[in-house]
């Protein structure tokens, strides 16, 4: 089966500027979470999904946000973007909440 | 609330055994483990629940001290394939916010 699919792979942005990130769960699985890494913060917390429910947010500014739609696809926006915002996005996703969860491939952005 | 993984890093020669630790300041309801090779996503090893068994899978196992809030992992036999950075996960009760650890950074070398 397909797994988690996240596009795009790379993007360059300038700062003020806004992306908004793509993530296709595998067929499905309802449950969507957003992770934003990067070296010095390991793995850190955005938000989880779950049938078009935000059910928990991480310690992420209001320029952070994000949706579900029907088909359990999700969407990150991050708004007014800093060079801060420079990181790799991954989303996962599980059959229900608290299980295992299957990572997509990220999306690597950065903010120049 | 993020979990803190020890040790930070560790260098293993094939064939040597391994155990990295996942302490919470939070009881537990589950416990998560994953691996991250270099440029790729995590992928899932095993999950934990509060009051449930040791888990197993090939030569890589954990435990979960629901009295301590504190995982395990046991890798055995050490392959170079099992060089990544492990990351554990935590949830305070189900459908909470999940909290990945530190992470440890694991070299297998011949």
């Known amino acids: 089966k397909a797994g988690v699919t996240q596009t795009p792979r790379y993007l360059i942005k300038t700062r003020g500027q806004q992306v908004t990130l793509s993530c296709s769960p595998i067929?499905?699985?309802?449950?969507v979470s957003w992770y934003q890494q990067t070296p010095g913060q390991g793995l850190q917390f955005l938000f989880e999904?779950?049938?078009?429910?935000?059910?928990n947010k991480g310690n992420f500014p209001g320029r952070f946000s994000g949706r579900q739609f029907s088909n359990s696809r999700s969407e990150m926006n991050v708004s007014t973007l800093e060079l801060g915002d420079s990181a790799l996005y991954l989303c996962?996703?599980?059959?229900?909440?608290?299980?295992?969860?299957?990572f997509g491939s990220g999306t690597r952005l950065t903010v120049v | 609330q993020q979990p803190v993984q020890s040790p930070q890093a560790v260098i293993l020669r094939e064939g040597e055994d391994a155990v990295i630790n996942c302490s919470s300041s939070?009881?537990?309801?589950?416990v998560h483990w994953y691996r991250q090779k270099h440029g790729e996503a995590p992928v899932f090893l095993m999950i934990?629940?509060?009051?449930?068994e040791q888990k197993g899978h090939e030569k890589i196992s954990a435990s979960f001290n629901e009295k301590k809030q504190q995982s395990s992992l046991y890798l055995t036999a050490s392959q170079l394939s099992y060089s990544g950075t492990y990351f554990c996960?935590?949830?305070?009760?189900?459908?909470?916010?999940?909290?990945f650890g530190t992470g440890t950074s694991l070299t297998v070398i011949p």
């Open positions: 996962a996703s599980s059959l229900v909440q608290g299980d295992g969860y299957t």
């Open positions: 067929s499905g699985h309802r449950s």
């Open positions: 999904y779950f049938s078009e429910t935000q059910r």
């Open positions: 939070k009881a537990l309801y589950s």
């Open positions: 934990l629940l509060k009051g449930g």
């Open positions: 996960g935590t949830e305070i009760n189900t459908g909470n916010q999940f909290y």
